[in-house]
C-alpha cells in the first residue's frame, strides 16, 4: 500500500497518458485532457508547500537567531506584502503589479546583468588557448561575441576575391557547428528522457518515492 | 538632467544600486534587496500559480460549471500535505507518483517526435539542386550531430574508429560550448547595458 499503491498509480496515469496518443476515441483525449488538468492544481498546491517551507526555514533562522538572521524580516515581509496586495487589491492592478514592476523585475534583471562581470572574469579562465580544443572554445567564443557588435560589421575583408564579413561568419558558426552539437546533445537528452519517463511508468525507477519503508 | 518624480522608478533605481553595490563586496544593502527578491518573488509566483490553478483549474469548473471530476486534482493537491508530518508522509506519494507518470506519459510521444525524430529529420539533406556552399554546411551539420552522439555513446569503449569520431565529436562540442559562451556574454552585456539605460535615463535622466 504505501510502495506498490504509488507504483500501479504511476502504471496506470502514464498508460492512459500514452493510449491516447495512439487511439482516436474521444474518452481518451477526454482523460487526458483532465489528467493534465489535475497536474496542474497539484502543481499550484505545491507551491504552498514551498512557501511554507521557505517560512519554517525562515522562522527556524529568526528564532535560533542564526548568521544574518534580521535579513529573514525582510523576505517574511515581502512574501506577505506581495500575497496580501493580491488577495486584497487583486492582481490585475494595485500594488500587486506595483511590485512586480517595480521591485521584482528591475532587482532580477539587475541580478542576472551581475553575472556578465563575472562571466569576464570566468572567460579569462576558460579561453586560454593551452590545448587545441580550448583554443576552439576560445575562436568560436570570440568570432560569436565579435559578430555581435557594431565593430564586427566593420571588421570584413576578402579571400581569393570573395567578400567575407565576421557577421556572416559567426552567424555560420552558429548555425552549423553549434547546432550540430546542440541537435545532437538534444537527441541525447530526448533519448535519456524517454528511457527514463518509460523507467518510471513500467516502475522500474522509483527514486521520486524517496527512502525505502 | 530631469530627475523622474515616480515613486516607482526611485524604488527601482535605489534597489538596483543596492545589487550592484556587490560588486565592491558583500555588505547589508545588497543582502537586504537579496532577501527582498527572494520574499517578493516567492509570493509573485505562488500567487501566479496556486491561484491560476486552484482558481481557474478548480473553482471555477467545480463550483461554478459543476465539472465534479476536477475535485479528484484537488483531492490530490489537498493530499501532498500529508508529507509535513511523519506518520502520514507516504500518502504524499500517491499525487508524486500521479504527477511525475503524468509527466512521463506526456513527454514520451512529445520527445521523441520533437527531440529526436524532429531534429534527426532536420538534419538529414538532399545535396541535388543545393548550391555548394548550403550542401557543404548541411553535410558538417549531418557530421557534426552524427559524431557528437557518438562521443556520447559509452556502450562500447572508444577504441579505432570510435575514438577517431568521438574526437571529431568533441571538437563539434567544444566549438557549440565557445558559442553558447560568447553568446551567453553578449546576452549578460546587452542587460547591463539595459540597465544603466534605465538609471541614466528613466530614473536621473542625465542621457537623453
Do not use: C
Not at chain 2, 508524486?96 to 506519459?105: D, L, P
Request: glycine share 8%; net charge positive.
Amino acid at each position: 500500500m504505501k510502495r506498490q499503491g504509488p507504483i500501479i498509480l504511476a502504471f496506470a496515469i502514464g498508460m492512459l497518458m500514452l493510449i491516447q496518443f495512439f487511439t482516436p476515441a474521444a474518452f481518451f483525449k477526454e482523460a487526458y485532457n483532465t489528467i493534465l488538468d489535475w497536474k496542474q492544481v497539484v502543481l499550484g498546491f505545491t507551491f504552498i508547500l514551498g512557501t511554507w517551507s521557505l517560512i519554517r526555514y525562515h522562522y527556524i533562522k529568526i528564532n535560533r537567531k542564526r548568521e544574518n538572521w534580521q535579513y529573514s524580516y525582510v523576505t517574511l515581509a515581502g512574501l506577505a506584502i506581495t500575497v496580501l496586495a493580491a488577495l486584497i487589491w487583486k492582481t490585475a492592478e494595485g500594488p500587486y503589479p506595483w511590485l512586480f514592476n517595480n521591485v521584482q523585475v528591475p532587482m532580477q534583471s539587475t541580478m542576472f546583468s551581475l553575472l556578465a562581470f563575472f562571466v569576464a572574469s570566468a572567460s579569462y579562465r576558460a579561453f586560454r588557448a593551452r590545448t587545441f580544443h580550448a583554443t576552439l572554445l576560445l575562436i568560436a567564443g570570440a568570432l560569436v561575441m565579435l559578430g555581435r557588435v557594431p565593430i564586427g560589421s566593420y571588421l570584413s575583408g576578402s579571400i581569393f576575391g570573395v567578400k567575407i564579413s565576421l557577421v556572416a561568419i559567426s552567424d555560420w558558426v552558429l548555425n552549423v557547428p553549434n547546432a550540430a552539437a546542440k541537435r545532437g546533445i538534444m537527441i541525447g537528452v530526448g533519448l535519456g528522457m524517454t528511457a527514463t519517463a518509460i523507467k518510471i511508468i513500467l516502475g522500474i525507477e522509483q527514486t521520486y518515492l524517496g527512502k525505502t519503508d | 538632467m530631469a530627475v523622474t518624480h515616480d515613486l516607482g522608478i526611485w524604488v527601482a533605481g535605489i534597489l538596483t544600486l543596492a545589487i550592484f553595490s556587490f560588486l565592491y563586496k558583500d555588505n547589508p544593502f545588497y543582502r537586504f534587496a537579496e532577501h527582498l527578491l527572494v520574499g517578493v518573488s516567492a509570493g509573485y509566483y505562488l500567487v501566479q500559480y496556486f491561484f491560476s490553478a486552484a482558481y481557474k483549474k478548480l473553482w471555477v469548473p467545480v463550483f461554478q460549471e459543476g465539472h465534479h471530476v476536477l475535485l479528484v486534482g484537488g483531492i490530490l493537491g489537498l493530499l501532498m500535505f500529508t508529507r509535513l508530518f511523519r506518520r502520514t508522509e507516504w500518502i504524499s506519494r500517491y499525487p508524486v507518483a500521479f504527477y511525475i507518470a503524468a509527466w512521463a506519459g506526456y513527454v514520451i510521444p512529445s520527445y521523441i517526435q520533437v527531440r529526436i525524430l524532429q531534429q534527426a529529420q532536420d538534419t538529414m539533406f538532399n545535396p541535388r539542386g543545393m548550391p555548394l556552399g548550403e550542401a557543404l554546411s548541411a553535410l558538417i551539420l549531418l557530421i557534426g550531430v552524427s559524431t557528437t552522439l557518438i562521443y556520447f555513446y559509452f556502450s562500447a569503449e572508444h577504441r579505432g574508429p570510435l575514438k577517431t569520431l568521438s574526437k571529431v565529436g568533441i571538437t563539434f562540442l567544444m566549438i557549440g560550448f565557445g558559442a553558447t559562451f560568447g553568446y551567453n556574454v553578449m546576452g549578460r552585456v546587452s542587460l547591463l547595458i539595459g540597465r544603466f539605460q534605465f538609471l541614466f535615463t528613466d530614473w536621473l535622466g542625465i542621457v537623453h
